[in-house]
C-alpha cells in the first residue's frame, strides 16, 4: 500500500525528483520504489527518460484506482 501512495505522490508531483523533495527522502529510494511497484504489476507505469516524463495508459488507471482509496 505504501508503494501505491509513493507513485500517487510522485503523479501529483510530476516527477521522481520533486517528489523526492518533497518527502524528505533520496531519489534514488523513490526510483527504486517504483521500479518494484513496475515489476509488481509487470508494467511500466512511468516513461521516463531525460527531459521526458509521462503516465503511461496502466499508470493512469492504476493512479485512478489508488486515489480513490
Given at each position: 500500500?505504501e ?7 510522485v503523479?501529483e508531483?510530476?516527477g ?5 523533495v518533497?518527502l524528505n ?17 509487470s ?17 493512469r ?8 482509496t
Amino acid at each position: 500500500m505504501e508503494d501505491l501512495r509513493l507513485f500517487t505522490f510522485v503523479v501529483e508531483n510530476r516527477g521522481i525528483s520533486k517528489a523526492a523533495v518533497k518527502l524528505n527522502i533520496a531519489k534514488s529510494a523513490v526510483s527504486r520504489r517504483l521500479n518494484l511497484l513496475e515489476e509488481r504489476y509487470s508494467a511500466k507505469l512511468i516513461d521516463r527518460a531525460p527531459g521526458r516524463w509521462d503516465v503511461t495508459e496502466v499508470g493512469r488507471e492504476l493512479y485512478q484506482r489508488a486515489s480513490r482509496t
